[in-house]
């Protein structure tokens, strides 16, 4: 099977100046990505609207069937390329932190609603969600989501991996001063579970916060494909599942766990 090439949008710099921009940004981006022959793109966490809004997050929430969501299905369609994108959710009175899965013919594939929070800001702005695997099938590889502090728990991505993810992608709003999750936890969360991570961070200053960059395609033989700088920037790398299987059998983390030793943990544990 040909290898999934991927796009990861790094970027933008602030908050857009409304959902227009932001899917203006997209539709090049995606007429970009599909020029170098990429069938799938990612971006970062909350792409739609930017992570600094504060209490007008809520403003700029959508139901899952909005208009920007509209949008988005008709970029991918029109490109032919699947979509990885953040956005705020509204659910009635909630709002989550969502990232969505459309593919390459405009139809929704998935929904992931953030399951761990960080911080006083996420936690006053969004409600989480509450499950925990989200997948789907695209060109023949197993996509699974996570949305950026999900990734820090080794219980998330553990759990992907048992549920057969190959590829999983990780929209994310990483800030400085905590680099080290790129540079050094990303890529041994995909070795130790055998597993392709697109992690795909913003960048750049916006309202408190000053974002890190450094989005990476790690993959499962502790090798990054590809590294982002400081700015704004489009990597191209593929997921090439006959490395993932080269991977697990070099190294068979999953095959040699013992489960019954770690009931001790507890489900709080």
């Known amino acids: 099977m040909a290898p999934l090439r991927t796009a990861l949008l790094q970027g933008p710099r602030g908050v857009p100046d409304g959902a227009d921009e932001a899917l203006a940004a997209l539709d090049d981006a995606a007429a970009r990505a599909a020029a170098r022959g990429a069938a799938l793109l990612a971006t970062g966490e909350l792409f739609l609207s930017g992570y600094a ?134 890529p041994a969360r995909a070795y130790e579970n055998g597993l392709y991570i697109a992690y795909v961070n913003r960048c750049g200053p916006e309202g408190e916060f000053d974002f890190a960059g450094l989005s990476c395609l790690a993959g499962p033989d502790g090798a990054v494909r590809a590294r982002a700088g400081a700015g704004p920037e489009l990597l191209v790398a593929d997921v090439d599942l006959e490395v993932l299987r080269g991977a697990r059998a070099e190294t068979p983390y999953l095959a040699d766990r013992r489960p019954e030793l770690y009931r001790s943990l507890g489900p709080s544990g």
Do not use: S, W
Not at 93 to 101: G, I, K, Q, S
């Open 53 to 186: 809004l504060g209490d007008r997050m809520a403003h700029a929430a959508e139901p899952a069937d909005g208009p920007a969501a509209r949008t988005v299905a008709a970029i991918a369609a029109r490109h032919g390329v699947a979509v990885v994108y953040g956005c705020p959710e509204r659910d009635g009175a909630r709002v989550h932190n969502t990232a969505r899965l459309v593919g390459p013919d405009g139809r929704t594939l998935a929904a992931y609603r953030k399951t761990h929070l960080f911080g006083a800001y996420e936690r006053a702005v969004f409600t989480a969600g509450e499950h925990p695997v989200v997948q789907a099938d695209l060109g023949g590889v197993r996509v699974g989501l996570l949305i950026c502090y999900d990734v820090e728990f080794p219980e998330a991505v553990r759990a992907h991996a048992l549920a057969g993810t190959e590829l999983l992608v990780v929209p994310t709003a990483l800030m400085r001063p905590y680099e080290f999750v790129a540079h050094t936890l990303v």
